[in-house]
């Protein structure tokens, strides 16, 4: 574990991140309703303006659904408003190249890339949140094979979510299916069957209503309505 903060905050300094190591002081970025806009007007709308701050939250779905280029506008969005995002990327599957393409500031990002170890990935993602100063930290488990996954307990994503709970960081977990969220998280399912993505929103709030006119067009499920 000493071994991996080590890393982690030598990858900060290296970006100068390493703010983010001592104090969130000077970051003012936090909109009144402590929400990040995800960069998607459609997914913003039905959010009621975007993904809570202080939450985990999870981008399902499977290849080829959208996972990436939803992160990528989450991303994008959180660097124009001037904040640090970190990605966890257990399988190195992320394109800076495209990311860039598609409007995210590289010079923001902290890029943490694994070769399929999920447990050490998810080490690094927990120090990541415990360092504090990031608008949005993303896990990438898209690519982990399922029982890789149920190796871990409900404890271990509990962590995460108290980790990050209180503080003005989103959490975002990226995998093919349903994995963990806080209360106050949603899980943004994506689907792409016979050509045709899901165009579905599913609460219980006056938000409710159905998303129209998007590239991505995702089920939102929020965690209150999971429980029902």
Not at 59 to 86: D, N, Q
Not at 94 to 104: Q, T, V, Y
Not at 192 to 208: F, I, M, N, P
């Amino acid at each position: 574990m000493r071994a991996a903060r080590a890393e982690i905050e030598s990858l900060l300094r290296a970006r100068k991140l390493d703010v983010t190591l001592t104090s969130a002081t000077g970051w003012r970025a936090i909109d009144e309703d402590g929400l990040a806009p995800t960069g998607s007007v459609g997914v913003d709308t039905a959010l009621g303006g975007g993904l809570r701050r202080g939450q985990l939250s999870e981008i399902i779905g499977p290849r080829s659904s959208g996972r990436s280029a939803l992160f990528v506008r989450l991303a994008a969005a959180a660097a124009v408003r001037g904040e640090a995002v970190a990605l966890v990327d257990t399988h190195d599957r992320f394109d800076p190249a495209s990311a860039r393409a598609a409007g995210l500031d590289l010079a923001r990002v902290l890029w943490v890339r694994d070769s399929g170890n999920a447990d050490r990935a998810l080490k690094a993602m927990h120090l990541i949140l415990q360092a504090g100063g990031f608008g949005v930290v993303a896990l990438d488990l898209a690519e982990a094979a399922g029982p890789a996954l149920r190796q871990f307990p409900h404890t271990t994503w509990m962590r995460l979510a108290r980790t990050v709970e209180g503080t003005a960081t989103v959490a975002v977990l990226l995998a093919s299916e349903h994995l963990a969220r806080s209360p106050g998280g949603v899980t943004i399912a994506l689907d792409r069957s016979g050509g045709r993505v899901a165009d579905e929103w599913a609460g219980t709030t006056a938000r409710d209503r159905r998303l129209r006119g998007l590239t991505i067009r995702p089920r939102i499920v929020s965690a209150r309505a999971a429980q029902r």
